[in-house]
């Protein structure tokens, strides 16, 4: 029994030493390329993964995702430019939103047919930015023109919920997780601004950036804020609800940003040093610099996490990242009021503690049949 013990005791050091594994590599196991037209610059995934679509030049191009990468269709879009735009599908799969800032409107087309209606009220001129919330059901439109702003809609009539003012121009909006907070940040101002979409007051908090951010995305679990820059070359992390700088990590130029669908990896495109940066969202530590040549920008991830797509801007083309092991979202597991964090590392480590103490049992039980007489 007391080497049972022993070993045990050994086990659970060593689980504690070591059960803390250290990121994932980013797993790229295949790089391919799709043609989008002339200046790509945004990507947007249906919901359940199976098409990418992308804002290039004034097209709006799609190809399904997965082993064929096939041409879904190249639709034009009205407008003269849509360098600063962005794009985003909605829940039902079949329509994306589109910020038109050269016809100081919002478009959405119909992915099936190409049809494109404007049901969004002009509130502001120069619409560029949006983020769509992660249930789809609200959409932040920034707009630029003489006095900035933010309107955000509901998506299944267009119905008015809110509106913020600005001081300067918006460089990136992004919502929280729950859809409750959305933030946008202005680079002119070296902040970000945090605001609660079911109150239409003032900012939750206003998070002072040391450097002039670029783009921002929330973590998986909503409690903090990623922002990049372009012009400083670094990437922060914040504390979503107060401000506080959790982390702070200088490397390269950063563009555009996009959290893995299972929260543990943080993907920059970082076009100055002709790569897409991969990133631990846990401390920030550098995972993998895949080479990327012709200007990343926008990044999103398809098939459910197995693949990352990437636009090249100055290529013509998407390319495509395919994963292995799969950047998935984990399982869900029943609310027992405890957070899934916590409820994740104590069925690892139980786990891990029954292969231990299976594999003691063993070693022990052979020890004593070599020691018989």
């Not at 390319?319 to 984990?330: G, H, K, Q, T, Y």
Request: proline letters at 6%.
């Amino acid at each position: 029994m007391k080497r049972i013990a022993r070993t045990l005791g050994l086990l659970v050091i060593g689980a504690v030493l070591f059960g803390s594994a250290t990121p994932a590599s980013a797993a790229v196991v295949n790089e391919r390329s799709v043609s989008v037209g002339v200046s790509p610059n945004r990507i947007a995934v249906t919901p359940d993964g199976m098409q990418a679509w992308t804002l290039s030049g004034v097209e709006l191009i799609g190809y399904t995702t997965g082993a064929n990468l096939d041409l879904i269709a190249s639709w034009p879009l009205p407008g003269t430019d849509y360098v600063s735009s962005n794009v985003a599908i909605l829940p039902d799969g079949n329509r994306a939103i589109i910020t038109d800032a050269s016809g100081d409107q919002v478009n959405v087309l119909n992915l099936a047919t190409g049809a494109v209606t404007n049901p969004a009220p002009l509130i502001g001129d120069d619409p560029k930015h949006l983020a769509l919330s992660p249930d789809g059901s609200k959409v932040a439109i920034a707009y630029g023109g003489a006095e900035p702003l933010v309107s955000v809609f509901n998506t299944s009539d267009w119905s008015f919920v809110a509106g913020w003012g600005f001081g300067s121009e918006l460089t990136s909006l992004a919502f929280s997780p729950d859809g409750r907070y959305f933030a946008a940040a202005a680079n002119a101002t070296s902040k970000v601004y945090v605001m609660d979409v079911s109150v239409a007051s003032d900012y939750v908090v206003t998070i002072s950036v040391p450097d002039t951010p670029s783009s921002i995305v929330y973590s998986s679990d909503g409690e903090s804020i990623f922002v990049g820059s372009f012009v400083y070359s670094s990437i922060r992390k914040f504390e979503a609800l107060t401000g506080m700088e959790l982390l702070s990590l200088f490397t390269e130029r950063t563009g555009y940003l996009a959290v893995s669908p299972d929260g543990t990896q943080l993907w920059a495109s970082q076009p100055v040093a002709a790569q897409v940066g991969v990133y631990a969202t846990s401390n920030l530590s550098i995972i993998e610099a895949i080479p990327f040549s012709g200007n990343a920008s926008g990044i999103a991830f398809a098939q459910l996490g197995c693949q990352a797509w990437v636009a090249q801007q100055f290529g013509g083309a998407n390319i495509v990242f395919d994963l292995d092991p799969c950047l998935s979202v984990p399982t869900s597991l029943p609310d027992t009021g405890v957070s899934p964090s916590v409820i994740g590392s104590s069925l690892a480590v139980s786990a891990g503690l029954l292969a231990a103490g299976a594999i003691a049992l063993i070693v022990v039980r052979r020890r004593k049949i070599r020691d018989l007489p």
